[in-house]
């Protein structure tokens, strides 16, 4: 099975029965080594969502980790919008913390699984490929992931190092924004509402509204095309060009400053128009279309796949921090296509650009447990008052009266 590696999600799930867009699926009933927990699950993305059943089973790895390991293995029976057209994997494999593991973090993530049974260090890192390539077509462009470490063969120069904020998704903290060698000069904090993460599963560069705005301004400002229609840039229609032409050049480079493991300095990764600006069709002879490869978001800034086919990404949970250095696939007509620069100082932005409280998802379900305690306390308070003779009863009057709402946990987070 091919399997889709995602960064921000944590549960390792495969299709387990046809579906019209998959070639090939699990049946479980032909493994004499499944187990079923019977525990259904259901996990929502930013785009699509399956429901399956956990179970666990025994893996193997054609490549690099010889030996069986036993994991726990979703069997994906239902999907929407998550099994698209042309896709060439049959599943997803989360590497995210348990945090973010459903139905509860109890469910031990595939990466935890391996790092307990294979005794592999808490480290792995991804080469995502692909850098000026058409975006649709083989749905593949190669790359790699190292379980259990780093290979000095896929990057070039130095590994810039930035902290883990929460051990959820990898989070981590933005400092400012660039677009070409412009400051946006936007509250740093904007940069990280409410969160800021690395996720391979999301393909564009997602900015938080405020600072989507700002850059779109920017690009159109520095660019050299007069007129664009607003269309391209959210995403509803494409640009094309004559094919003998590189559009990239009318476009500025873009920056993300973040901290560095020495909080008073910040270091840059930087990507080329040729990252961002995305080719995707080829409309007749001559012309070939490109999308917007920044998209807005209404929770988080991600820094998804058009920035990761830029760099060769650590992920090392052992020491709590994500490292970047430069991916020697990123190129186009044989020239780099990211960049990486530091050190800088932080003097010209805050301490902290994160918020003190997040609110993610387990903080929201105690929240949510203790409002329910609270208003079950209450509730049999009430019930005790109503069984008490009427004598001791106290008369209520309209303004003691506790109505329905007040007592109602009215928006339970999930």
């Not at 004559?242 to 990764?269: A, M």
């Amino acid at each position: 099975l091919n399997i889709l590696v995602d960064t921000g999600s944590s549960n390792f799930a495969v299709a387990g029965v046809p579906d019209p867009d998959v070639t090939s699926y699990f049946d479980p009933e032909m493994s004499s080594t499944y187990r079923s927990q019977g525990i259904e699950v259901t996990v929502k993305y930013s785009q699509g969502s399956w429901t399956g059943v956990l179970g666990t089973d025994v893996i193997t790895m054609p490549k690099g980790l010889y030996g069986s390991y036993t994991i726990n293995i979703a069997t994906i029976l239902e999907s929407e919008n998550f099994f698209l057209p042309g896709v060439k994997w049959h599943g997803i494999l989360g590497l995210a913390y348990d945090a973010l593991a459903k139905p509860s973090s109890s469910v031990e993530t595939f990466f935890d699984s391996l790092v307990r049974q294979a005794k592999i260090p808490n480290i792995f890192s991804l080469q995502m490929c692909g850098a000026g390539l058409p975006v649709s077509g083989s749905g593949t462009n190669g790359g790699s992931l190292v379980l259990g470490g780093i290979e000095p063969s896929l990057y070039t120069g130095d590994i810039w190092y930035t902290p883990i904020k929460e051990e959820w998704y990898y989070q981590v903290e933005i400092l400012k924004l660039e677009v070409g060698g412009q400051n946006l000069e936007l509250d740093c904090r904007e940069y990280n509402a409410d969160k800021a993460i690395v996720d391979s599963g999301t393909t564009l560069l997602r900015l938080p509204e405020k600072v989507f705005s700002a850059v779109v301004q920017a690009i159109a400002r520095t660019s050299l095309i007069q007129e664009f229609s607003s269309g391209f840039w959210t995403g509803s229609q494409l640009a094309c060009w004559d094919r003998t032409e590189k559009p990239w050049s009318l476009f500025p480079k873009l920056s993300i400053y973040l901290r560095d493991e020495n909080s008073s300095r910040s270091f840059r990764i930087s990507i080329l128009p040729q990252l961002y600006i995305q080719p995707i069709l080829v409309i007749g002879d001559n012309l070939q279309c490109y999308r917007f490869g920044i998209s807005s978001s209404t929770n988080a800034l991600v820094i998804g796949a058009t920035v990761m086919e830029g760099f060769y990404v650590i992920f090392d949970r052992a020491q709590r921090r994500v490292g970047f250095a430069v991916s020697p696939c990123a190129e186009a007509d044989g020239l780099p296509v990211s960049e990486i620069e530091g050190p800088f100082t932080t003097a010209d932005v805050a301490s902290n650009c994160v918020s003190s409280v997040s609110f993610h998802e387990p903080v929201l379900w105690i929240a949510s447990y203790a409002l329910m305690s609270l208003c079950g306390i209450i509730l049999l308070v009430l019930i005790v008052l109503l069984l008490i003779p009427p004598r001791c009863q106290h008369r209520y009057t309209d303004n003691d009266v506790v109505n329905d709402e007040s007592s109602l946990v009215r928006h339970r987070w999930k």
